[in-house]
């Protein structure tokens, strides 16, 4: 049982790393949300450790960033980032970690793979909602301009992130499974 926490313990902080390093794959736009690798990231984190330890990643991810370690996007950190035009995706992550982890509940059951797909892009949108809101309020921009600017961009991206943090994501699972590291909850 010790083995087993010290594992899922393990593969948390490896999934913060890499969300530390996909956040920093990122190609700058012009009205300041950049497009990078950090949906994917986080949506592999929920799908791959499930609600607790997936959380507790992102938790980790974001806590790093707010005490001023450069793991945000553009090698950004603090709380002036938090409270920023791109803070909203970020407060985001957090829901969208949630809505992925839960599809751990759904794993073994008949339409599992499609409530888990859809948990995730539930997720998804309640990140952009928190983007979206933050944006605009900073930006002076309205929501639907929000929207059209710093959201629709990003929804085929995010979208098919999510698909292939699923796919990947079970995967992983079966292979560590299969070597008897990880155990997955029901």
Same mark, same amino acid.
């Given at each position: 049982?010790?083995?087993?926490?010290?594992?899922?313990?393990?593969?948390?902080?490896?999934?913060?790393?890499?969300?530390?390093?996909?956040?920093?794959?990122?190609?700058?736009?012009?009205?300041?949300?950049?497009?990078?690798?950090?949906?994917?990231?986080?949506?592999?984190?929920?799908?791959?450790?499930?609600?607790?330890?997936?959380?507790?990643?992102?938790?980790?991810? #974001?806590?790093? !960033?707010?005490?001023?370690?450069? %793991? /945000?996007?553009?090698?950004?950190?603090?709380? *002036? $980032? &938090?409270? =920023?035009?791109?803070?909203?995706?970020?407060?985001?992550?957090?829901?969208?970690? #949630?809505?992925? !982890?839960?599809?751990?509940?759904? %794993? /073994?059951?008949?339409?599992?793979?499609?409530? *888990? $797909? &859809?948990? =995730?892009?539930?997720?998804?949108?309640?990140?952009?909602?928190?983007?979206?809101?933050?944006?605009?309020?900073?930006?002076?921009?309205?929501?639907?301009?929000?929207?059209?600017?710093?959201?629709?961009?990003?929804?085929?991206?995010?979208?098919?992130?999510?698909?292939?943090?699923?796919?990947?994501?079970?995967?992983?699972?079966?292979?560590?499974?299969?070597?008897?590291?990880?155990?997955?909850?029901?």
């Amino acid at each position: 049982m010790k083995n087993s926490k010290i594992t899922k313990i393990t593969f948390c902080g490896l999934m913060t790393a890499l969300t530390v390093v996909m956040s920093q794959i990122s190609v700058p736009m012009p009205f300041g949300v950049p497009v990078t690798l950090q949906t994917f990231a986080i949506c592999l984190c929920g799908y791959f450790l499930g609600l607790k330890f997936g959380l507790a990643s992102i938790l980790c991810y #974001v806590v790093l !960033g707010v005490i001023g370690m450069p %793991v /945000f996007s553009g090698f950004k950190g603090g709380l *002036s $980032v &938090l409270f =920023g035009v791109t803070g909203g995706y970020i407060t985001g992550f957090i829901f969208l970690a #949630v809505l992925c !982890g839960c599809s751990e509940f759904f %794993v /073994f059951r008949k339409y599992g793979k499609t409530v *888990s $797909v &859809l948990l =995730g892009i539930a997720g998804l949108a309640v990140c952009h909602m928190c983007g979206i809101i933050q944006f605009s309020a900073l930006t002076g921009s309205g929501i639907v301009n929000a929207f059209l600017t710093a959201t629709l961009p990003f929804i085929p991206k995010d979208i098919v992130s999510c698909l292939i943090a699923y796919a990947l994501s079970a995967r992983l699972s079966a292979i560590v499974s299969r070597h008897g590291v990880l155990k997955k909850t029901k």
